[in-house]
């Protein structure tokens, strides 16, 4: 059974399916936005991820179990599936890798990983980027040697390792630094985490490579507002993801809002992709990657590389839906309205393109509709022509179809020239 059959559309009046665009551009002038958001304006331009970050993480699936064997072979597996050619780069160790430090605080990786500069070399010789994982604390979050105290010492060998990514997780730094040095001072705890992951920015900076730099403290005081200016080129926007669509779906929850933040070089994290892990089904593992699109979000996929199954496999290299995240234009997507149990997003594109995720987060298979997507209020005349993204199948949108859904399915469509409402004289 093909994957898509979950969600269809009913022709009830004006609906057609054609395989060529049918109509001219027009003007746009209900839709003109600005081209970038006013606060990515404000940020100078960075050297790393002018689109968001792409790669494989080790920690959704395999946890402490990574090892050196395991990123190589994920690594070896990003080639051989194509993920790579799609534009998955970073290949990224999670926590777990640590040893203990030398006299001279020297901090070795533990026996998982024998050599990291020949692993980063192995990455490397597949055309692939590498990743690391540390905390400003003491220790991270799964209990192995954090930073603190060596950031600078770490960042140097991370470069001299030939690391490309450092992701840093606050973990103990909690505990270590902002409960002991300001007790019951929530504002003065605050203003020692920003110092601390500033002061790892200019330990990365110094190092003169280029490393994605990588917030891991949950969305803490507003991260999005300040993480830029002391380095941040994505910030994690809320606590951990698990396989699980009501997690996801309250993740993208919290979402809504954080778009004008958003922009090349400096983007919102939602958190690692699951597509593929846990017991999501076919239609939640989709609307997942399409929501994460939208978002401009990093994908980072999570999930066991070399035992991945084909129709995940396909949702993952979706090229028009990695497109769609990668746009050149970085805008972060918005919830323009919800009806019932059905959301609205679109996302504003490079030359004027739109893409448009209707999504039935119910429970219930069926359970608000007949659904009709309201063109108008997302500034559109009515008729559309776009692509289903996850059918390839050029599509009509008359706002008079009838959209039927399964239950946390999504339909994603790119218009490549949509037709704003006309302007009334
Ligand atoms: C935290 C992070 C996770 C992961 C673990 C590792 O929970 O949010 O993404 O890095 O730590 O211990």
């Known amino acids: 059974m093909r994957i898509f059959t979950s969600l269809f559309v009913v022709a009830l009046a004006l609906v057609s399916f054609t395989t060529q665009a049918q109509s001219p551009a027009a003007p746009q002038a209900q839709l003109a936005t600005p081209q970038v958001s006013p606060k990515a304006q ?3 331009p960075p050297q790393v991820s002018q689109t968001p970050p792409m790669g494989w993480n080790s920690w959704n699936y395999f946890a402490n179990k990574v090892d050196d064997k395991g ?3 994920a690594a070896d597996q990003l080639v051989a599936t194509g993920m790579k050619d799609a534009g998955y780069v970073y290949v990224n160790i999670d926590d777990t890798w640590e040893g203990e430090r030398d006299a001279n605080g020297v901090l070795a990786p533990n026996a998982k990983f024998p050599d990291m500069k020949a692993l980063a070399d192995y990455v490397h010789s597949k055309g692939l980027k590498i990743g690391i994982y540390s905390s400003p604390g003491s220790k991270t979050c799964g209990g192995y040697a954090g930073s603190l105290g060596h950031e600078e010492q770490d960042a140097k060998m991370y470069a001299e390792w030939g ?9 103990s730094f909690i505990p270590d630094v902002m409960e002991k040095q300001a007790p019951h001072n929530k504002a003065a705890q605050m203003r020692l985490m920003h110092t601390a992951y500033a ?5 990365l900076k110094a190092t003169g490579r280029p490393i994605v730099y990588s917030f891991c403290q949950y969305g803490w005081d507003a991260v999005w507002e300040w993480g830029p200016s002391v380095g941040a080129n994505l910030w994690r926007t809320t606590g951990d993801v698990t396989p699980e669509w009501d997690r996801i779906y309250a993740i993208v ?23 593929g892990n846990g017991k999501l089904t076919l239609a939640e593992n989709r609307t997942h990657f399409s929501l994460w699109a939208m978002l401009a979000a990093p994908l980072l996929a999570g999930n066991d590389l070399p035992n991945m199954k084909p129709e995940i496999k396909a949702i993952l290299t979706n090229r028009d839906v990695i497109a769609i995240d990668q746009d050149p234009l970085g805008r972060q997507g918005a919830r323009i309205y919800s009806d019932g149990e059905v959301e609205v997003w679109t996302r ?3 030359g004027g393109a739109l893409a448009i995720a209707v999504v039935n987060v119910g429970d219930n298979r069926y359970s608000t509709h007949p659904f009709h997507l309201n063109l108008r209020k997302l500034g559109l005349a009515e008729t559309q022509t776009g692509k289903d993204l996850w059918t390839g199948k050029t599509l009509e949108l008359t706002g008079n179809e009838l959209l039927v859904m399964a239950s946390h399915d999504v339909l994603l469509v790119r218009v490549d020239a949509p037709k704003a409402i006309p302007a009334v004289n």
């Open 163 to 171: 690391f490309d990514y450092l992701k840093y997780d606050l973990c």
């Open 71 to 73: 990123i190589r072979a």
């Open 199 to 203: 002061k790892m920015d200019k330990a």
């Open 42 to 44: 404000l940020v100078s």
């Open 253 to 275: 929850s919290q979402q809504a809002g954080l778009e004008e933040y958003a922009g090349p070089g400096h983007w919102n994290d939602p958190d690692m992709l699951e597509v």
């Open 348 to 350: 504003h594109l490079a």
